[in-house]
């Protein structure tokens, strides 16, 4: 069965750092391109990066130059490194793993503030 769990949310100060993670399950990592997207209150859900199978990155362009996305095949493991953090990237993030269709992690919390 497949499962996807975020983990590395929490309190981080305007221009800190955080690292995101998102373990997979079910044996379908090697073929999914990974996502990460997020959701903050009264807003809807947007895509912040995605990682292809052969490692082709795509990013939302308010984080570009501040956020990594990146893979770990060997771990079933996509990461979200995250830099110069901002108040507006408040939010909650989610893994999603796609190839037929898409799964989704329960979804970690992300606060920025002083």
């Known amino acids: 069965q497949v499962r996807l769990v975020e983990s590395g949310g929490g309190l981080v100060q305007p221009g800190g750092s955080l690292r995101l993670s998102c373990a997979t399950s079910?044996?379908?990592?090697?073929?999914?391109?990974m996502g990460w997207y997020r959701q903050a209150p009264g807003k809807q859900r947007e895509l912040v990066a995605t990682?292809?199978?052969?490692?082709?990155?795509n990013y939302q362009d308010s984080v570009k130059g501040r956020f990594t996305i990146s893979r770990d095949d060997a771990k079933n493991t996509v990461y979200l490194q995250m830099n110069s953090l901002k108040p507006e990237g408040k939010a909650i993030y989610y893994c999603?793993?796609?190839?037929?269709?898409?799964?989704w992690g329960q979804g970690t919390q992300l606060t920025v503030s002083s």
């Open positions: 999603n793993a796609r190839h037929f269709i898409s799964h």
């Open positions: 079910g044996s379908i990592f090697s073929i999914s391109t």
């Open positions: 990682i292809t199978t052969g490692g082709s990155t």
